[in-house]
T-cell receptor
């Protein structure tokens, strides 16, 4: 019940296309859902995050869509660029925790020029 | 700010040897985390410090692993004795005021135990 299931494991998208990565969870106590981006040889970096009181959050070309009833959330990257090629991790945290993140397994995204 | 600084970047050691990984968090951050990343197990939280005090070490895999934070600007993760299955990338991360502000990760230490 503590798991966050992320799909797909890898994704290839043409430059200019839309990249979509999905995550699903079971624990209804989760109330914070961040996405992290990791480039080779670097640590993950916070990209965008959402709380369940909103269904969508947009920052530039990156959008999180959140479906509370389905217990799913997704990352959409519009106008995907080669520089977006990285591994993306979704994560979730329970109410009251200020440090414990449950991580998805990661999606390796490749944007073809 | 130079970010979270980890050393060494790469470490190759023989099985049975002691390994010490070092981390300097961002100045002013009061939380520090040690993570391990492998292909098989993904990102695993090993230990969490708040204000230099270990709060949760339930992720430390065995007694061979130990971590210290003697002051706000330095932490170590020690493995003694090391084993081949400890081979992984070890990340240190720091954070100021909770999850909403995100973790700032270092660039990691790639440990290979042969």
């Amino acid at each position: 019940q503590q798991q966050v299931k992320q799909s797909p494991q890898s994704l290839i998208v043409q430059k200019g296309g839309i990249s979509i990565i999905n995550c699903a969870y079971e624990n209804t106590a989760f109330d914070y859902f961040p996405w992290y981006q990791q480039f080779p040889g670097k640590g993950p970096a916070l990209l965008i995050a959402i709380r369940p009181d909103v269904s969508e959050k947009k920052e530039g070309r990156f959008t999180i869509s959140f479906n509370k009833s389905a217990k799913q959330f997704s990352l959409h990257i519009m106008d995907s660029q080669p520089g977006d090629s990285a591994t993306y991790f979704c994560a979730a945290s329970t109410a009251g925790s200020n440090y414990q993140l449950i991580w998805g397994a990661g999606t390796k995204l490749i944007i073809k020029p | 700010d130079a970010g979270v600084i980890q050393s060494p970047r790469h470490e190759v050691t023989e099985m049975g040897q002691e390994v010490t990984l070092r981390c300097k968090p961002i100045s002013g951050h009061n939380s520090l985390f040690w993570y391990r990343q492998t292909m098989m197990r993904g990102l695993e939280l090993l230990i969490y410090f708040n204000n230099n005090v270990p709060i949760d070490d339930s992720g430390m895999p065995e007694d061979r692993f130990s971590a210290k934070m003697p002051n706000a600007s330095f932490s170590t993760l020690k493995i003694q004795p090391s084993e081949p299955r400890d081979s992984a990338v070890y990340f240190c991360a720091s954070n100021e005021q909770g999850l909403d502000y995100g973790y700032t990760f270092g660039s990691g230490t790639r440990l290979t135990v042969v």
